[in-house]
């Protein structure tokens, strides 16, 4: 039978009360098995009492990542304990990618990789490093637990831990006491993964325990309004010679007989947003989300000609992914940088998301979770327009999009 300290019970009954869906709740371990899960490093195992255990040689950083899916706002709940003193801790919104930058010599390839974004540190060495957020190979700490969270905590025993990442905020309760609370947005999706790191220590071997490892998953909240039906392509217009359909839900943007460059664009125009798509590059051309676009015909040949700002999307690996170019005028904002963390956001072969957020002159991007560019443009004059899918010099099979959605005050939404 598996033992569930009375103050996580609290916690979930309090949670689910608020929430009114307690089906939502899901156990990460179901069965007692690590279904889902992928172990990176160090020796990870789930016994029949549901306790999953971590165990590492000293300074080696031990990892599992649960890789069924992303989360972007939940809630999770779990418990923890050592049976000697050591330093673990809970990812969320995590990715393990290359690490960068790469040193002389090396490829992207041939790099080693390592754990990104927030971590809940677990300290059992002493109470005051539990509950910490911080950020995993990034910027370090960014918040510290309260003394009054950090008296709950008991040495040698099971101690109760409440994660809630909603939009921006995370916020960590220890015992139901809340420890901190952090306003970030580096990563607003990932992986929740859990480390075992026994680091500064004369034992030649660490474990950790974690049990009753339950999560509630919101998705993306907000009044989120879908842009593509996905069955058909009334809102848009084909702009150019290159082939659009929908097949099984997806918008597929294939090039014509001349392989040039053509966009799907939507008919009403929009000013101050965030919009999110998925997509699955397939083919060998280049490709992005336009936003504050306008696209006109060339007298001459017909060709559409785009001025707008591209949210870039490009198979290349490390990539221009998620980098903002202007069409026709100034081309990239911020020139990409190939040789940092988020060029590698992208999972080639695999479908990808990006989003975009703009504010007047502010315009932030983000690529499967991972903040690539955050910028006050002083240079801008385009402010409202279309969206446009771009199709341009691809190969046969190009691209696919879906789940395509908006978030903004809808006022701005405008027939052109």
């Known amino acids: 039978m598996k033992h569930i300290h009375p103050a996580l019970v609290a916690t979930i009954v309090m949670i689910t009360a608020f929430s009114g869906l307690a089906a939502e709740w899901e156990s990460l371990t179901p069965n007692n098995s690590l279904d889902g899960w992928r172990v990176l490093s160090g020796e990870w195992n789930v016994n029949e009492e549901g306790v999953l255990t971590g165990k590492a040689e000293k300074n080696v950083n031990g990892w599992i990542i649960y890789e069924k899916r992303p989360f972007s706002d939940f809630e999770m709940t779990l418990e923890f304990k050592t049976p000697t003193p050591t330093n673990g801790g809970v990812q969320l919104r995590s990715h393990w990618l290359p690490r960068m930058p790469l040193q002389e010599g090396e490829t992207v390839a041939d790099t080693p990789k390592q754990m990104y974004g927030y971590q809940v540190n677990v300290e059992t060495r002493s109470r005051k490093g539990t509950g910490i957020i911080m950020e995993e190979n ?34 960590v309760y220890l015992r139901d006491v809340l420890a901190c609370r952090l306003t970030d947005e580096a990563f607003i999706g990932g992986f929740i993964a859990l480390q075992i790191n026994p680091f500064e220590t004369e034992d030649p071997f660490h474990e950790i325990q974690y049990r009753n490892l339950l999560v509630k998953d ?79 015909l060339r007298p001459e040949d017909g060709y559409p000609v785009i001025a707008g700002l591209q949210g870039e999307v490009e198979p290349g690996y490390p990539g221009s992914t998620g ?42 991007t983000w690529v499967n979770g991972i903040r690539v560019l955050d ?9 409202e327009g279309s969206f446009a899918l771009q199709l341009h010099t691809g190969g046969a099979d190009g691209i696919g999009w879906k789940d395509l959605y908006l978030l903004g005050p809808q006022e701005n939404a405008q027939p052109q």
């Open 375 to 383: 910028l006050e443009d002083g240079g801008q004059k385009l402010f």
């Open 138 to 171: 990034g910027r370090g700490y960014l918040a510290n637990p309260g003394v009054d969270a950090l008296k709950t905590l008991k040495q040698h025993d099971w101690n109760a831990m409440r994660i809630c990442a909603r939009g921006d905020v995370i916020e």
């Open 323 to 364: 980098w903002v170019y202007e069409s026709y005028q100034r081309g990239w904002l911020v020139e990409p940088d190939h040789n940092t963390m988020p060029a590698t956001a992208l999972r080639v072969g695999a479908w990808n998301e990006i989003e975009i957020r703009t504010k007047g002159n502010h315009v932030t």
């Open 218 to 296: 919101y998705g993306r909240e907000g009044n989120w309004e879908a842009l593509f039906d996905g069955a058909t392509l009334n809102g848009w217009k084909k702009w150019g010679e290159e082939d659009w359909k929908v097949e099984e839900g997806v918008i597929w943007g294939r090039s014509g007989p001349k392989k040039s460059e053509g966009y799907l664009a939507t008919e009403k125009i929009y000013k101050d947003f965030r919009v999110r798509g998925s997509f699955n590059v397939t083919g060998d051309g280049n490709y992005g989300l336009f936003y504050h676009s306008t696209i006109t």
